[in-house]
């Protein structure tokens, strides 16, 4: 099930810190992180492809960038024969803040977003190289953001995310930092709608998106914690987690970075 936002109790702030602790942060010559969105769904016969594209930018394809995937399934397509178990409204309700934003006229799949800036149909894999290829070029007044994953017992981790500007100057206007959770290797057998009969098979699918706070416009650092719940049935050796700052009026993603739990995933989710 995907669970988003304050309304699923997703993040509690002042969360407990236990003693194994795991950090990412964007250090002088690392790879720059490029936060890719993909809105899609398994009820619309041109996604699939898309989805395709998004696993292959995940494998980290563009030398110098950390591709940080993002699928988020929108729920639109759920009345047209196939509710997709991925699908959540507040996807859907994001995709339409960027129609806003980038002036579309209307929302549609598959489309891909990458950092809040450049828009494009998702299963373009040219377009999408070159977007992340320009985010990197554009990368030289990005915040630098910290996240630190600790462990704690039962079905919720600690994190702490800290947000600052790189050459010392103050944020232009006010953002938002969000958390995302994402699994890797989801799959279902459709049965019905445009994809009947097929198999398809998902990378970086957002399990869960909620805000962790806000960060100030002239504001030069920021800092918070929290607790993110967990589904149990979410595999913990598949989970990544994205934090990101984002522009709140223009929606430009100007600062991210991501933790691959991986291997981790025994260690930092323990049961009670």
């Known amino acids: 099930m995907t669970r988003l936002g304050a309304a699923a109790a997703a993040l509690l702030m002042f969360g407990a810190f236990a003693a194994l602790s795991t950090t ?78 980038l ?48 462990q704690v017992r039962g079905q919720s981790i600690s994190l702490q995310v800290r947000a600052s500007t790189i050459d010392g100057t103050k944020l232009r206007g006010a953002a938002d930092v969000l958390v995302a959770v994402t699994e890797d290797g989801l799959s279902s057998h459709v049965s019905a709608g445009e994809n009947r009969g097929r198999d398809l098979h998902h990378t970086a699918v957002v399990r869960l998106l909620t805000p962790i706070g806000g960060v100030p416009g002239g504001a ?14 979410w595999r913990p050796d598949r989970l990544h987690i994205v934090a990101f700052v984002q522009d709140r009026s223009g929606r ?8 691959d739990v991986g291997s981790r995933g025994n260690a930092l989710f323990q049961k009670p």
Not at 63 to 85: I, N
Not at 114 to 139: Q, T
Not at 252 to 259: D, K, M, N, R
């Open 24 to 101: 990412a942060i964007q250090t002088e010559g690392a790879r720059v992180p490029v936060v890719v969105e993909l809105f899609t769904s398994e009820g619309c016969s041109d996604c699939p492809p898309a989805d395709a594209v998004l696993t292959r930018l995940a494998g980290q394809p563009v030398a110098g960038v950390e591709v940080l995937a993002l699928g988020e399934h929108v729920d639109y397509w759920d009345r047209q024969g196939w509710k997709d178990p991925f699908s959540a409204a507040a996807f859907s309700a994001r995709q339409m803040e960027y129609a806003r934003a």
């Open 103 to 150: 002036h579309i006229e209307s929302p549609y799949t598959p489309q891909m977003i990458v950092n809040g800036r450049d828009e494009f149909v998702g299963s373009d894999y040219a377009a999408a190289a070159g977007a992340v290829a320009r985010a990197l070029r554009d990368s030289g007044h990005r915040l630098q953001v910290a996240l630190t994953v600790d």
């Open 252 to 259: 430009q993603i100007v600062g991210a970075t991501g933790l």
């Open 220 to 233: 030069a650092t920021w800092a918070a914690e929290g607790q993110v719940a967990l589904e149990r049935g």
